[in-house]
């Protein structure tokens, strides 16, 4: 055999044998077209493949495995569309190819979107490609596109807003991030809503927006939101209207119907008031725009204007307003913001007194008379016994003594004889101890920014003068007594004013006074007194203290004979001694609530009734029984139910 022969049957073996393989192998090759057909194949000799006949290098997760594919087709295909047909197999199977650069990551479609992947869906991405798509957003709100978009986008997927550059970030496969962003550009247009201007001549612009906002409340009968928005402009007396085409037309006709001028009165209206007094506002609002109206034509160099008439009606509370219909509209606005229903204040003083006193007294006090004298020799040590230590002696002898025995421990001893040394003694112990504690909770509910005060007490009578008057019918004296009376007990007086928020500014002037329970030394009754003149500022519904007096007094006094009652021992029998400790602690707390509405007024009012009569009933406390068919005397039972604010306009007339 020549070697060209050798040569011939080697081509000859060559091509028997590719033939062989082609004929073998799940591809079938046939002039640059790829035919493939697998059944039950292992996701990775389909990998293995792709990469043969594509070229492209492919890193596989080792997640990816184990998965049986099949995958044939009928008619042949480039390698081109038999790699988007490897990709549409991937996705199938929940996998996805990320390109990074010339190398092709295979991996799960959970954790697709955590690797850099090409930005864009352009000509040259596969519609099974994982791509990431920045969407911007000109004429809605990108956040509300979120909740209509999210249930097209795959759980492996993302979709997020960025208020604010108003962006859409989309990462998914191509194929969805462009049908999305279609979706997108459909909704994201500009509509016809446009903003109107209509100015009024006749009617008050806020009252026609609140009638045609009342109306547009109804609900459409194909129960579609109402789109529409209405707002008054009270400085230019104009109406904006914002809203589809249609139902701005709409409007704009029901607004040339009510702006008309009035049939009946003119310029002249009656304003019924509900929380303001029209006497007092009456005065102030014709002084305000008649210098108003007179300084405007001075300044235009006009004559002047018809007149602005206020009068009030207190009968019914009203106030007759006569005014050009400019005027009338400020005033009645000026007068809308006057008219509301004024916060009140719930103010309670918290008044704490606790005193603690304790005496502790010892002493001996002697006399003695010398036989046969008339003036007694006394050794006095108690300055109480002092004057009546010799009445006490003559007691003994047979008189009475029940006046001399003070408070504690008295013994008393001694001998009266005629012709003999006479001596009497007082031996007098006491040790008391007495604990006060008093707690007082005035309360007064009073209108912001007005003053309101609360007394309770007593009228005592002080003595003030007296003289006799001798000029009487035979000589006779008129003694004569003066008396002045003076309120003993709490006063409170406040003025609220709540500010911005929660707080309040309270002028408070508290009084407490009370008569003391002693007045040795003093020609009268003796009163104490506690009074605090203060500005707080308080949080709504908390309790500061305005002040108080934290005091504590110890007294000690000795009394002894010279030389005597200095003996050890038996000096204590010429000596006195007393101590006295006096501690006072006194705090005023206050604690302020906004009522700001009816229903917390009956709240409040509901807690302090239900008090009184629980107390009332023996709830609260021990009762004393009564008599045998005597009925208690008691309040009324309280109705429970709210009172319900009223819902009518300040412009309603009564009928």
């Known amino acids: 055999m020549t070697q060209q022969q050798t040569i011939n049957a080697r081509k000859i073996l060559i091509a028997l044998v590719a033939l062989i393989a082609v004929c073998n192998s799940p591809v079938a ?50 390698p081109e569309a038999f790699y988007e047909a490897f990709l549409s197999v991937l996705e199938v199977h929940q996998y996805a190819a990320v390109t990074s650069g010339d190398i092709v990551k295979i991996i799960p479609n959970a954790t697709a979107r955590q690797y850099a992947g090409p930005i864009g869906t352009g000509s040259s991405q596969g519609p099974d490609d994982i791509v990431t798509q920045i969407v911007q957003v000109k004429n809605i709100g990108a956040a509300q596109l979120v909740p209509i978009l999210r249930p097209l986008v795959p759980q492996y997927g993302h979709l997020v807003a960025h208020p604010g550059s108003n962006m859409l970030i989309i990462s998914d496969r191509a194929a969805n991030v462009r049908r999305i962003m279609t979706i997108i550009s459909r909704i994201d247009r500009a509509t016809d809503d446009e903003i109107e201007v209509v100015p009024l ?9 609140r009638v045609m906002t009342a109306l547009m409340q109804q609900p459409r009968a194909d129960g579609a939101p109402v789109t529409i928005n209405l707002v008054a402009d009270a400085r230019t007396n104009s109406v904006l209207i914002g809203g589809e085409k249609t139902a701005r037309l709409r409007l704009r006709a029901l607004l040339a119907h009510l702006d008309t001028p009035l049939e009946d ?77 004024r916060a009140q204040v719930l103010v309670e003083a918290i008044i704490v007194e606790v005193i603690m006193d304790s005496v502790s007294e010892l002493g001996v006090t002697w006399a003695i008379e010398g036989s046969g004298g008339d003036a007694p020799i ?24 029940s006046g001399l025995i003070g408070e504690g421990l008295t013994i008393g001893i001694g001998r009266i004889a005629d012709g003999k040394v006479s001596f009497a003694a007082i031996l007098r112990a006491l040790q008391g101890d007495a604990n006060t504690n008093i707690i007082s909770t005035p309360s007064i509910l009073t209108t912001d920014n007005e003053e309101a005060s609360l007394t309770v007490g007593q009228e005592v009578p002080f003595v003030s003068g007296s ?79 305005l002040g108080g007096l934290i005091d504590d007094v110890l007294r000690e006094s000795d009394q002894r004979v010279p030389v005597l009652g200095s003996i050890p021992i038996i000096g ?66 309280l109705d429970l139910r709210i009172p319900a604010s009223s819902a009518q306009d300040n412009e309603d007339l009564p009928e």
Request: charged fraction near 20%.
């Open 29 to 78: 090759f046939a002039q640059g077209l790829i035919t493939p057909n697998y059944k039950e194949a292992d996701i990775r000799q389909i990998v293995e493949a792709v990469a043969e006949i594509t070229g492209k290098t492919f890193i596989i997760d080792p997640r990816v495995s184990g998965q049986k594919v099949t995958m044939i087709s009928s008619t042949a295909m480039s």
């Open 201 to 209: 001549q006749h009617a008050s612009a806020a009252e026609v927006v």
């Open 265 to 341: 009165g003119g310029d002249t209206r009656v304003r019924y008031l509900r929380y303001a007094d029209a006497e007092e506002l009456a005065p102030k609002l014709q002084q305000h725009f008649t210098s108003q109206q007179t300084a405007a034509a001075g300044a235009s160099n006009t004559v002047q204007a018809d007149p602005v008439s206020v009068w009030a009606d207190p009968q019914n509370n009203a106030l007759i307003v006569s005014a050009p219909q400019k005027i009338m509209r400020s005033l009645m606005a000026v007068v809308d913001k006057l008219d509301i229903r």
């Open 378 to 401: 006394g050794v006095t040590n108690f300055p109480a016994f002092g004057n009546g230590v010799v009445q006490l002696g003559s007691a003994l002898g047979g008189g009475d003594a």
């Open 467 to 545: 003289f006799a008057n001798t000029g009487g019918a035979g000589g006779s004296v008129n003694p004569f007594t003066t008396v002045n009376r003076e309120s003993i007990g709490v006063k409170l007086t406040i003025t609220p004013q709540i500010n911005e928020g929660d707080s309040l500014l309270l002028k408070i002037s508290q009084e407490v006074s009370s008569i003391a329970s002693s007045a040795s030394g003093a020609v009268d009754l003796i009163t104490n007194q506690r009074i605090i003149e203060t500005t707080v500022i308080v949080d709504d519904g908390s309790i500061v203290v």
């Open 572 to 637: 204590n029998l010429f000596r006195s001694r007393k101590t006295e400790l006096v501690k006072t602690n006194l705090m005023v707390f206050i604690r302020a609530k906004i009522l700001r509405d009816a229903e917390q007024t009956f709240i409040e009012t509901n807690q302090k009734y239900n008090y009184i009569r629980d107390v009332q009933l023996g709830i609260a406390g021990v009762s004393v029984p009564l008599m045998p068919n005597v009925e208690r005397p008691t309040l009324p039972p």
